[in-house]
Structures are given as structure tokens and as C-alpha cells.
């Protein structure tokens, strides 16, 4: 049994992996996060307080951190700015967060010896052409696109520097695009799922052919656990689901599912430096550590995701504004 400090634990991808390690092992959790507009302490609704702590303040605050280190075991790291829409429109929040808090919480794991695990994503190494046969692996030279994707490669990279340098006991993990309950409305799904309970149509940029690689936030969970159990240190392993499909697929399914034709959508203005397509492989992952994705069929993944909005708007509905007038005002 260990002690877990998990950094954006109020996130989406972070409260997954709380309630996780909570039902399925063990540990007990302390979370530290910064409550952002991306923070909901209602997604960690429901958790025995006998193992679980929450703590609010910033990665980068170096005194608060280095506290919490002396007290724990391990440290899964997710918290980030994590949207890029938003790095495209104000950078400096994914610079602050991204790199210079990822530098302080390694700082502290240096000197306090601390096991680290760093949570990263697909978008590090940049985009592939839609009939490329090769996927991305562990191999693949990092050309991260966009402010966002560019911070998290610098993470990844501060995190790998210390590991050589410093013998950091760490270890990363690159994650394809999470789907599942608790994504906030900003995000692609939860954001055409909710235009369609609010009688509005999906919002596809550009001509809606750009390919994700779809996990649900679940299997992602389960990866982690697994990587911070029997992970080597000084190793990055990849986790993806085999779940590519085009933006354009996703929303004809949600407007299906939801009684709409499929071709009630909107084109709208195109991201800036939109990235083409991600898609994972993931057979270290599978056969050095013995993981494998459970929710292997993404339209039931997605039916219990859809439900899931529409039974609990109090959880999204106030941000659902403030993030529609913020798209409004690019033209998407
Ligand atoms: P999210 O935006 O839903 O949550 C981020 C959390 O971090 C929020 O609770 C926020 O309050 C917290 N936070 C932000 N800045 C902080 C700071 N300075 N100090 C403390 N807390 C802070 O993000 P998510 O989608 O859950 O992503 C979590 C992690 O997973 C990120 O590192 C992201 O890069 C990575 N990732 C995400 C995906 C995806 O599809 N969403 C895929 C691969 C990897
Ligand atoms: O309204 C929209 N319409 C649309 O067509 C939005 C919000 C998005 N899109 C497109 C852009 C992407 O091709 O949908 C795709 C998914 O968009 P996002 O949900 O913004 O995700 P993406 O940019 O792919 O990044 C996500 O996956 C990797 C996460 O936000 C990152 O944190 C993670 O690293």
C-alpha cells in the first residue's frame, strides 16, 4: 500500500485515475490541484475520506510541493493546460503549468527521491498523413504543432533530462484522445453531445476529416496503474486503444444516437495548424507490461458517455456558456 499524490486529481483524466486506484487497489490518494476553469471537485464526489485527501494550490508553488513529496510515496502527474484552442488564443498558462510547473515537481522528486510518474499525450509527435501505415511508437521523433502539444513535449523532455542527469525514478506515459463521463464541455465529444441536448448543431472544423485515436478515460486508468507498477524507470511507453476514426464519424454517431439526422451539422472555421490524425501503437505497452484495452467497442464506450451528459447536466451545464461564446467569437 502507498501513499499516491495526484496532481490535476479535480481534471478529467485525473479524477478517472482517483476513483481507479481507490476501487481497485489499496493506495491512498491525496490530490493537488489548482482548481483552474478546468477543475471540478464535484467529479471527486463520493470518496472515503479515510483515504482520500484533497489539497488546492499550484504545481509550481515550490515550498507547497516539496511538503506534500516528503509526505508520499508516489506521484502521478496530470495536472496541465491541457486545451488547444485556449493555448492558441493566451500561451502563457501552458508555459507556466506545463513546464515550469512539471520542472518544479521534479525538483522536488529529485531531492526527496520520490517515485514520478508523467502523465503526456500522442501530440508530441506531431500529426500523420490520413493513408500513412505507420503509427506513432515510442521511436517516433518528437514535432509537437501547437503551444499546447509543444509544452507538453518540453515536459516530457525536462522529465527524461532528469531521469539521466539526476536518477529521477520516473517514468512516462503518451496517451491517444480520452472519451468518458467527466470531459469538460470544451472538448470536442462533450461539446457536440451538449449543442445536441441544447438544440443547437455539432460544430466540425474544417471539413471534419482530421482522425483521433479514441481510449476510453477508463482504459487510460487502468494503463497508468499498470505502468506505475511494473513500468521500468527511464522508459516511456505509449497507450492507444486501436480506436481511430474521423471527427465527421463521431458526430454522425452522437446525432444518431440522439434521434438527429446525421448530417445536422455545421462546418465551421478550421483550427490553426490543425493537426491531421494521431494514431497510437501500443504493443510495448501490451506485451512488456501485460496491459490490454477493455473498452474495445467505441459506440457503446460513447452510448454510456452520451447517457452520462444527459443525466447530469448540473455537472456541465455551467460551463457551457462561457465556453460557446468563447468558440462564437473565433467563428466555430
Ligand atoms: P483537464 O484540463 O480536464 O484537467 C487538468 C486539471 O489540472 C484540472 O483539474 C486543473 O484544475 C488542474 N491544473 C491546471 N493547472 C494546474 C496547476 N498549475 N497546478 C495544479 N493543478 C492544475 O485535463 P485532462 O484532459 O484531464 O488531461 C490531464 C492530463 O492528461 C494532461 O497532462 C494532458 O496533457 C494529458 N492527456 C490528456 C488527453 C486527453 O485526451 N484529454 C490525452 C493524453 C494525455
Ligand atoms: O468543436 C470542435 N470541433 C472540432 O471539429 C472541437 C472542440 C474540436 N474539433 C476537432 C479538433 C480535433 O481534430 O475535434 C478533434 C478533437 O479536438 P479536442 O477535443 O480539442 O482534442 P485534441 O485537440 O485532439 O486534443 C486532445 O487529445 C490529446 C486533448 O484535448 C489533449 O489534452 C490531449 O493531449
Redesign the pocket.
Known amino acids: 500500500m502507498s501513499r499516491l499524490l495526484v496532481t490535476g486529481g479535480a481534471g478529467f483524466i485525473g479524477s478517472n485515475f482517483v476513483h481507479h486506484v481507490l476501487g481497485n487497489t489499496g493506495h491512498s490518494v491525496t490530490v493537488l490541484d489548482k482548481l483552474t476553469y478546468a477543475g471540478n471537485l464535484h467529479s471527486l464526489d463520493g470518496l472515503d475520506p479515510a483515504r482520500f485527501t484533497f489539497v488546492q494550490g499550484d504545481i509550481a508553488d515550490a515550498e507547497l510541493v516539496d511538503g506534500l513529496f516528503a509526505d508520499h510515496d508516489a506521484v502521478v502527474h496530470y495536472a496541465a493546460e ?4 485556449n493555448s492558441l488564443n493566451d500561451p502563457r498558462p501552458f508555459l507556466d503549468t506545463n513546464i515550469i510547473g512539471t520542472y518544479t515537481l521534479l525538483e522536488a522528486a529529485r531531492k526527496h527521491g520520490t517515485r514520478f510518474h508523467h502523465i503526456s ?3 508530441v509527435y506531431g500529426d500523420l498523413e490520413l493513408d500513412d501505415p505507420e503509427r506513432f511508437t515510442e521511436n517516433t521523433p518528437y514535432n509537437p504543432s501547437s503551444p ?1 502539444s509543444s509544452t ?1 513535449a518540453g515536459s516530457d523532455l525536462l522529465v527524461r533530462a532528469w531521469v539521466r542527469s539526476f536518477g529521477v525514478q520516473a517514468t512516462i506515459t503518451n496517451c491517444s ?1 480520452n472519451y468518458g463521463p467527466y470531459q469538460h464541455v ?4 462533450p ?2 453531445i451538449t449543442n445536441v441536448l441544447r438544440g443547437e448543431r455539432p ?3 474544417g471539413k ?1 476529416e ?1 482522425v ?1 485515436d479514441w481510449i476510453h478515460a477508463d482504459d487510460h486508468s487502468a494503463a497508468v496503474l499498470t505502468v506505475l507498477d511494473k513500468g521500468v524507470i527511464g522508459e516511456t511507453y505509449l497507450i492507444g486503444a486501436d480506436g481511430e476514426k474521423t ?1 465527421k464519424d463521431v458526430v454522425e454517431e452522437i446525432l444518431e444516437y440522439l434521434g438527429q439526422p446525421r448530417d445536422a451539422y455545421d462546418l465551421v472555421t478550421d ?1 490553426a495548424g ?1 493537426d491531421l490524425r494521431y494514431a497510437i501503437d501500443s504493443t510495448k505497452l501490451r506485451t512488456e507490461l501485460g496491459w490490454a484495452p477493455r473498452f474495445s467497442d467505441f459506440s457503446a464506450g460513447l452510448a454510456n458517455t452520451i447517457d452520462w451528459y444527459r443525466e447530469n447536466e448540473a455537472w456541465w451545464a455551467p460551463s457551457k456558456a462561457g465556453v460557446e461564446e468563447f ?1 462564437a467569437a473565433k467563428g ?1
Open positions: 491541457s486545451h488547444n484552442d499525450t500522442d501530440e499546447y507538453k484522445n470544451e472538448k470536442f465529444i461539446r457536440q460544430k466540425l472544423y471534419g482530421n483521433r471527427n483550427r490543425h468558440y466555430q
